[in-house]
Structures are given as C-alpha cells and as structure tokens.
C-alpha cells in the first residue's frame, strides 16, 4: 500500500483468478453453492463462501473470484447446467483503495454517492471512473476493490492519484 493522500493508500492487486458467469438461476444457484453460499447474493451485492467471493452483476450474472481450490468446485458444480464461464484473469487488474478518504477520491472521478449509508460495505456496482469502466465493490467502510481492464489499470491509478493529490492540497488550503 502507498499513501496517495493523508491516511488514505492504493495498492495493486495480486494476480487472482477472475470467472464472469452467465447463465440462469440453476448456473447462479449451482455456483453460489459451490462456494459455499446458501443462494447467489441480492442484485449489486457481494457474498464470500469459503469457496471464494461472487459479486452480482446483473440479474444473470455473477463475476466469481474463486480461492485457489474454488475453481474447481464452480468447474463441477456447473458440469450439467447450461452456462457461459469465461476466464478474464488476464483481462482485469484490480486496486485496493482504503482509508478515510477513498470514497471523496470515487467521488472525484464518479457521480455515485459513496456514502457508507449509500454504498454499504458489500455493495458492489458497474460504473465509469472518469472515461475508464470499472468494477467497485466496498469490501470494509473504508475500503474499496476496484476492478478495470488491465489497459486501463495505468490511467485508474493515475487518476485516482491526481484525484488524491488535489483532496490534499485542499485541505492544506483550509
């Protein structure tokens, strides 16, 4: 983690397996299961087994982030059910931002509310950030897994900085 505002820090990601599911609720209902889950999690919200993490990103879809042996149970457990799996590890980067001011650094690059009594830990959503499409997931009150395409890792992170670097130069000014 690298501080890019006072109390507030950005790391890369470790590279991670990332599975985007397609399918009905059978696809949906197997795959929680094989994580662990009793069912998929509500629409725009994440669920963690000991399988690994399904985030639902639409009503049809869940991007899977399984643990090192999750990727088989979710491979079985949708062996006979009619779906789409596609691996988009190499696709995706994703970022950690974390401390008392990373959702005013959101805020600066999206019209979202990352209020906590808007955007409650476990929320996840699609959206932009600035001109790049991006993932959010609040994983703590403070803390957010951001995911984007990897050509569009350096700029997020740039631009997060810049974004950064602005909220402190406020408050120095106040």
Same mark, same amino acid.
């Given at each position: 983690?690298?501080?890019? @505002?006072?109390?507030?820090? =950005? #790391?890369?990601? %470790? *590279? +991670?397996? $990332?599975?985007?599911?397609?399918?009905?609720?059978? /696809? &949906?209902?197997?795959? @929680?299961?094989?994580?662990? =889950? #009793?069912?998929? %999690? *509500? +629409?725009? $919200?994440?669920?963690?087994?000991?399988?690994?993490? /399904? &985030?639902?990103?639409?009503?049809?879809?869940?991007?899977?982030?399984?643990? %090192?042996?999750?990727?088989?149970?979710?491979?079985?457990?949708?062996?006979?059910?009619?779906?789409?799996?596609?691996?988009?590890?190499?696709?995706?980067?994703?970022?950690?931002?974390?401390?008392?001011?990373?959702?005013?650094?959101?805020?600066?690059?999206?019209?979202?509310?990352?209020?906590?009594?808007?955007?409650?830990?476990?929320?996840?959503?699609?959206?932009?950030?600035?001109?790049?499409?991006?993932?959010?997931?609040?994983?703590?009150?403070?803390?957010?897994?951001?995911?984007?395409?990897?050509?569009?890792?350096?700029?997020?992170?740039?631009?997060?900085?810049?974004?950064?670097?602005?909220?402190?130069?406020?408050?120095?000014?106040?």
């Amino acid at each position: 983690m690298v501080e890019i @505002a006072e109390g507030c820090a =950005l #790391a890369g990601l %470790p *590279p +991670m397996v $990332r599975l985007v599911l397609q399918g009905r609720a059978a /696809a &949906l209902d197997a795959a @929680a299961t094989s994580l662990g =889950l #009793a069912a998929p %999690p *509500p +629409m725009l $919200r994440a669920a963690s087994g000991t399988g690994g993490t /399904a &985030l639902r990103l639409g009503p049809f879809e869940l991007l899977i982030l399984p643990t %090192p042996d999750g990727r088989a149970g979710v491979d079985t457990a949708l062996a006979t059910v009619p779906h789409s799996l596609v691996e988009v590890s190499d696709r995706n980067v994703g970022f950690m931002l974390e401390g008392a001011r990373a959702a005013d650094i959101l805020a600066g690059l999206c019209p979202l509310d990352f209020a906590l009594s808007s955007f409650p830990v476990g929320m996840m959503t699609r959206t932009l950030l600035d001109k790049a499409g991006a993932m959010i997931w609040r994983t703590d009150a403070q803390s957010f897994h951001i995911e984007v395409w990897r050509s569009f890792g350096p700029y997020v992170e740039a631009q997060l900085r810049e974004v950064a670097q602005g909220i402190s130069f406020s408050l120095l000014a106040v």
